[in-house]
């Protein structure tokens, strides 16, 4: 997945190589910035995160960067 845009001030892309499920009705995820992959401000970009979405499709993201 490739994220375009800015976090605060930095703007760039960044790239999220995830690692999922589905069961009972629930999506979820965990990722993990690609290293090398990312451009401008967001080059440098280290981190890893998860999401789950039901349903609904309304995920709920958490980073850590």
Known sequence: EV???KIGQVS????FKHTGTF???VASSEF???????T???SQLTGC???EA???GQAKY???V
């Open 3 to 5: 994220f375009t845009g």
């Open 12 to 15: 760039g892309s960044v790239t």
């Open 23 to 25: 069961k009972n009705g």
């Open 32 to 38: 993990t910035v690609v290293e090398g992959a990312g």
């Open 40 to 42: 401008g401000g967001l």
């Open 49 to 51: 995160g998860r999401f």
């Open 54 to 56: 039901g349903e609904h």
């Open 62 to 64: 958490q980073f850590d």
